[in-house]
Structures are given as C-alpha cells and as structure tokens.
C-alpha cells in the first residue's frame, strides 16, 4: 500500500511539475488571440496526417508530433510558431520538445482544432 502511495504522489508532482514548465515555455491563446497572430507565424498542426487531411487550419503544415525530431529543421527559430492539434495536449508536447532545442517563440491553440471556429481546408 505505502509503494502504491508513493508511486501516485510521484505522479501527482510529475504531472504538476510537467504542466507548470509547459505553461513557461509555450502561451496558450484563445481562438481570438490565435487568429490575430498565425498569419505571420509559422502554423504548425502536430496532428497524424488523417487528421490533418480530415480538416485543417487554413494555412497549416502537417508536422505531426511523431516526426517533429525529424522534421526540426524545417522550423525557423526566428519566427514565431504556432501550434495546434485536436485538443491541445500534443501541441503542447511538441512545443516542450521545440523549447528544449532552442526555439522560443512558442504560442498553441487553447483546446485545440475541435474548438476552431474559423475557416477549415479539408482534403
């Protein structure tokens, strides 16, 4: 019983610890605050390429978080970059991966694609 405690308080700080470094390194934006910026930015979608294909942001390159490692150097560090996926969690996985390679001007789209209200491409 006391490790079962144990390992649940390690994951309890973890998951704190986790979500307050990702609330540093990367700027939630509401939908409003998103569409005032992405245009001059770098529009990431961390989605699977089926999602992406599903629907989209206007404007947005498929990178999806599996291959973000590969496909770095396809990202300006000089430019902003904002991130989006379906609700929020892997963008925010992809900026802390982003953050620790440098890259600083990190913003994702407060609960994700489901909630983009704005113009979709679909393929």
């Given at each position: 019983m006391t490790v079962l405690?144990?390992?649940l308080g390690a994951?309890?700080?973890y998951s704190v610890v986790t979500y307050l470094m990702q609330r540093k390194m990367v700027k939630a934006l509401t939908e409003e605050e998103f569409r005032a910026g992405?245009?001059?930015a770098q529009l990431i979608d961390v989605r699977e390429p089926?999602?992406?294909a599903a629907g989209h942001i206007l404007g947005a390159r498929n990178i999806p978080l599996t291959q973000l490692r590969l496909?770095?150097?396809e990202l300006r560090k000089d430019q902003p970059i904002y991130l989006y996926c379906q609700s929020g969690l892997r963008s925010g996985r992809a900026a802390q991966i982003l953050y620790r390679k440098g890259y600083r001007d990190l913003y994702h789209l407060k609960g994700g694609f489901k909630q983009w209200t704005g113009?979709?491409?679909k393929k």
């Open positions: 405690l144990i390992v994951i309890i700080v992405y245009r001059k089926d999602e992406y496909r770095m150097k113009k979709v491409k």
